[in-house]
């Protein structure tokens, strides 16, 4: 099945506990590759991100695409990156 990029965003991300992350702001594209890098998410869950902070979630944790995207696995608690 074909699908748009454009059609991923604002599409619901769940983790692989059915907790809701986020939606897609954007799609980070390799194009020396001519592969999707991952998926940005702009505000995601504050109880799964500190501050919630922005994320980018690589493509290969997707398990499943349809009206929500689910993922295989995600981290129980992602830090807000340390500032220099």
Do not use: H, Q
């Not at 454009?6 to 769940?14: A, Q, R």
């Not at 991952?38 to 979630?57: D, F, H, Q, T, W």
């Amino acid at each position: 099945m074909l699908t748009e990029i454009t059609e991923l965003y604002g599409k619901p991300v769940y983790n692989d506990k059915a907790i809701l992350i986020g939606e897609v702001s954007d799609v980070i594209v390799d194009f020396e590759e001519n592969d999707i890098y991952g998926l940005y998410i702009e505000r995601p869950n504050p109880k799964l991100v500190e501050n919630s902070a922005s994320i980018c979630i690589p493509f290969r944790w997707i398990k499943a695409i349809d009206e929500i995207i689910l993922l295989r696995r995600f981290p129980d608690f992602v830090p807000a990156p340390k500032e220099e």
